[in-house]
């Protein structure tokens, strides 16, 4: 980001409600400035009445060259598209829009890419295992089309969903069957037995005193956690997890592995390629204190029984 904002600037907007505990734009931000990019990335929070409205209408203004989706609005931005990347349509939801060179609206949908960076990243082994996603809500349905993408051999062997919803783990799995090789069911119970994966897709550890949405101790030795949550990390969850010596993971590395795919989407390839290589400020900037030494020693909760 130049120091200074002028005519030239490229604006971009993430638009949610609530946005006060929004990190992309200080991540954008600091990115652009490293990068020497003349552009900004700007919070608006918009209530749901009036997203539509708001979409079309902003990109109106020349200078507004994309959109980072906040909740709870990635489902309403697929019917205000002229087109849509596969992960966003079997998902349903986008969290990203570009205007392109013929003033057409694309979006996609990063989620899942940046779960599938994070696991890696982390030594989280999951090509080819057998994963339960706890909830299946919009963030989840897009961990599971990225486990499921890369089929049974680059991707999961056996994905299930669980949600206290009725039918709700149902729907998503059903899709996401039909689409991909990968065995994807509903269960209608978070016992963790039989997993090599446990992925927290719901919003139980916001609150100190939220119930775990899984009983690790059942959990397999081998097995490893994933908690995407970005607020009140560590979470209870993650805490009892890493007790256990279980390879147990929170969400920002998710948020910091979706950065170069925002920025290789609005045509940042350089910056992308940069931050794929090192991404280690932005981790500075988002994880806790408590958490920062994680960022050199990603493995340091690597159970001891994974190669």
């Known amino acids: ?9 490229q604006a971009y907007l993430i638009p949610g409600d609530p946005v006060r505990n929004v990190r992309l734009p ?6 652009f400035a490293r990068y020497g990019i003349d552009a900004v990335l700007v919070p608006v929070q918009v209530p749901v009445r009036d997203f539509a409205v708001f979409m079309k209408s902003a990109f109106l203004a020349r200078n507004v060259r994309g959109m980072v989706i906040a909740p709870p609005h990635k489902p309403r931005v697929v019917d205000l598209l002229d087109g849509c990347g596969l992960f966003g349509r079997v998902a349903g939801s ?11 609206l694309e979006g996609d949908l990063f989620d899942g890419e940046g779960l599938i960076g994070a696991l890696d990243r982390c030594n989280v082994p999951f090509r080819g295992k057998r994963v339960l996603i706890l909830g299946a809500g919009v963030s989840a349905a897009a961990i599971g089309v990225a486990l499921a993408e890369g089929g ?6 056996h994905i299930a969903f669980f949600d206290t919803a009725s039918g709700k783990a149902a729907g998503v799995a059903a899709k996401l069957d039909a689409f991909f090789d990968a065995t994807v069911v509903a269960v209608d119970s978070n016992a963790p037995e039989g997993y090599d994966l ?3 897709a719901t919003p139980l ?9 899984v009983d690790v101790a059942r959990m397999a030795p081998h097995a490893a956690l994933f908690d995407i949550l970005l607020r009140n990390q560590p979470t209870p969850l993650v805490r009892a997890a890493r007790a256990r010596g279980l390879n147990a993971q929170a969400g920002f590395e998710m948020l910091v592995q ?8 609005f045509g940042h390839i350089d910056a992308a390629d940069a931050m794929q290589a090192d991404a280690d400020f932005l981790r500075e900037l988002i994880y806790p204190p408590a958490m920062q030494a994680e960022i050199a020693t990603p493995l340091r909760y690597q159970s001891p029984s994974v190669a």
Do not use: C, K, W
């Not at 200080?26 to 990115?31: G, Q």
């Not at 570009?98 to 057409?104: I, L, S, V």
């Not at 550890?205 to 949405?213: K, S, T, V």
């Open 258 to 265: 979706q950065m170069p795919h925002y920025f290789r989407y």
């Open 94 to 104: 986008v969290n990203v829009v570009r205007r392109t060179e013929g003033d057409q």
């Open 152 to 157: 049974t051999v680059n991707g999961a062997e």
């Open 198 to 200: 446990v992925i927290n």
């Open 205 to 213: 550890g916001l609150a100190e005193d939220d119930a775990l949405p």
């Open 26 to 31: 200080r991540m954008f931000n600091a990115a």
């Open 1 to 9: 980001m130049s120091p200074f904002i002028t005519g030239s600037t």
